[in-house]
């Protein structure tokens, strides 16, 4: 077991627990979330997802968004899950990201769809 993200205390009174599987979804959560410099001993974490919140929606920053979230994802957390497929389109006034990977210690395939800066 893994604590959980963000930090906080179960109906036990202590410290939250996740499986794997999902702390692992927790951190690709993190890297798509975390804007590159906001974090002090590692500047260049994050692919910064947040960061397009008013940036004007079109098929080239989607194929931008793409690039620089496989690369971190594969950085970050290459040692822990392969990312078998991610795909970001502009449907309307929104930017949807698609991952999906697989967990490297378990073979486990999981995804994660953020849509308008909302994972789900």
């Known amino acids: 077991?893994?604590?959980?993200?963000?930090?906080?205390?179960?109906?036990?009174?202590r410290t939250a627990q996740v499986d794997h599987g999902g702390h692992v979804r927790d951190m690709v959560e993190q890297?798509?979330?975390?804007?590159?410099?906001e974090r002090v001993n590692r500047p260049d974490f994050g692919c910064g997802l947040l960061d397009?919140?008013?940036?004007?929606?079109?098929?080239?920053?989607?194929?931008?968004?793409?690039?620089?979230?496989?690369?971190a994802l594969q950085r970050w957390l290459g040692d822990l899950l392969t990312v078998e497929s991610?795909?970001?389109?502009?449907?309307?006034?929104?930017?949807?990201v698609q991952v999906t990977y697989a967990l490297t210690a378990s073979g486990e395939s999981h995804s994660l769809t953020v849509r308008g800066g909302t994972p789900s």
Request: glycine share 8%; charged share 15%.
């Open 1 to 13: 077991m893994d604590i959980g993200f963000p930090y906080h205390v179960d109906s036990r009174g």
């Open 31 to 37: 890297v798509l979330f975390t804007t590159p410099g």
């Open 52 to 71: 397009l919140v008013f940036a004007g929606n079109s098929p080239e920053l989607a194929t931008t968004v793409e690039m620089t979230t496989q690369a």
């Open 86 to 96: 991610l795909t970001v389109s502009s449907e309307e006034s929104a930017l949807v």
